[in-house]
């Protein structure tokens, strides 16, 4: 049975949650990717996703370059441990509707980051890549609202 470990990119590339979202959209930009863990002292804290980027900075029209990573980033993080089998992290993907998932060692320390390609790479198992697949595309439903004089949604009354 593979683990997570046999399957997963090592040692991943983080930001330190007092970087500001211009660091991490610029790091993003350059190794074509569009998620961080964020990391301090202590271990794995958050994580940035382009979206946190687009949602939480451009469309709140905060300054990237005075908005620090840890006000922009989720910092409720879903993981596995690099001993999970690639069965448990294809569970964990699916049922969170997530793509990306940060990898922990025993000691929780962050070792890599496993893609939902890494499993259909390494597994060639097409049934498990398809199931995680399906259900992490899945639509979430729309937030059901009026649309209010700012041309936003408000709440529905």
Do not use: W
Request: aromatic share 2%; hydrophobic share 45%.
């Amino acid at each position: 049975m593979l683990r997570i470990k046999d399957v997963m990119t090592p040692q991943a590339e983080v930001i330190s949650p007092d970087a500001t979202t211009e660091d991490a959209a610029s790091i993003m930009k350059t190794l074509d990717i569009g998620v961080l863990p964020v990391c301090d002292e202590e271990g794995l804290v958050g994580i940035l996703t382009d979206r946190d980027l687009v949602v939480r900075v451009l469309a709140a029209t905060r300054d990237p370059k005075a908005m620090l990573v840890g006000e922009a980033m989720t910092p409720s993080v879903v993981y596995c441990f690099e001993d999970d089998d690639v069965e448990h992290a294809a569970a964990i993907m699916a049922g969170q509707q997530i793509r990306r998932l940060p990898v922990l060692d025993k000691n929780r320390k962050l070792v890599g980051i496993v893609s939902v390609g890494d499993i259909a790479v390494y597994t060639q198992d097409h049934q498990l890549t398809g199931r995680v697949l399906e259900d992490v595309s899945q639509p979430a439903l729309p937030k059901r609202g009026e649309i209010s004089h700012e041309g936003g949604f408000g709440e529905a009354a």
